[in-house]
């Protein structure tokens, strides 16, 4: 006997055993009902038992019959699923996208849902790090990086102004009148927030708003910048942020600035880089539009 039978004669089988007719299998299998009567003589043979009992009318199935078929209907269920899975992996294209965590946490994700709409068949897995990508040596199609100028080596689209701003709680606002002017006297007695990742953001701001007499590393610091920015909505002090990644929440008003003025970074800002060959790639030509329009909207 064959270790495998026939798959024809399985499938013969599985409908005749399933509609208990070979009429009904026939037309199911759009053959003659003579060749599904061979394909199941055959399994048989090869089986070396007899799954039917056969009636002048009708079919029935033997107990060792239904016992194979509800086996081969497991299996054929394994099958479609199996070519479902790959049907539709070959349809949905998975883009592998890398940002830093407040980046993608206050910006990308709110926005992504308007992506997926527009685009149900592409599908985004993002990721978060600190660190610089190799894309020679990364399964990565593209990131979202801070930079003065990508290297010529890569792709490089610009995608929002990166200016500093300082923010607080409403709330914490109204308990400190004194903040209506950036002054030494105003900030000198407030915790500033800090990001660890970004230590140097207060020093700029202060250095360019000409303000003095205040130490720009005094305060609470925290590992990320989305952490010092929920600490900032929850009252714990006056954060310095990238406007861009706390514009929702300056919308929301669960963020204030209490000064006007803005420190604009210029060149060094966020840009998408990539390999210029993804560029052919349908999928990322679309997630690469879509981002840039978005970013002007925010703009």
């Given at each position: ?23 009904l ?5 759009n ?21 039917f ?6 079919i029935?199935?033997?107990p ?7 086996d ?27 940002a ?6 206050n910006?990308l ?41 990508p ?17 607080c ?9 004194e ?27 202060l250095?360019?708003a ?18 010092a ?24 008003g ?10 604009d ?19 990322f ?15």
């Open positions: 006997m064959r270790t495998l039978p026939s798959l024809n004669a399985l499938r013969a089988f599985e409908v005749c055993g399933r509609l208990l007719s070979i009429q299998a026939a037309d199911e299998l053959v003659t009902p003579a060749a599904v009567s061979r394909q199941i003589k055959l399994l048989e043979d090869q089986l070396g038992v007899l799954l009992d056969r009636g002048h009318r009708a029935t199935l033997t060792m019959g239904e016992r194979y078929l509800t081969i209907v497991r299996g054929f269920e394994t099958l479609r699923t199996a070519t479902i899975n790959l049907t539709e992996a070959r349809r949905r294209r998975t883009l592998k996208i890398r830093y965590t407040t980046f993608s946490m910006w994700l709110p926005r992504l849902s308007t992506f997926h709409r527009e685009y149900p068949d592409i599908e985004v897995s993002l990721t978060t790090s600190l660190q610089a990508v190799d894309f020679n040596a990364e399964d990565v199609d593209a990131a979202i990086r801070l930079s003065h100028t290297s010529s080596d890569v792709g490089s689209d610009r995608l929002v102004p990166n200016e500093l701003v300082p923010v709680s409403p709330e914490f606002l109204h308990a400190h009148p903040l209506t002017d950036a002054t030494a006297s105003s900030l000198r007695n407030v915790p500033l927030l800090h990001s660890l990742a970004r230590r140097e953001d207060w020093a700029k701001w250095d360019a000409g303000v003095r007499g205040v130490n720009p590393l005094s305060g609470l610091s925290y590992e990320s910048s989305i952490l920015y929920f600490a900032a909505t929850q009252g714990h002090g006056i954060a310095i942020a990238q406007r861009v990644l706390v514009a929702d929440q300056l919308r929301a669960t963020l204030v600035m209490p000064f006007s003025f803005v420190l970074l210029g060149a060094y800002t966020y840009y998408l880089v990539y390999p210029p060959k993804h560029l052919a790639s349908p999928e030509a679309a997630f690469r539009t879509w981002l840039l329009s978005t970013c002007d909207e925010q703009v």
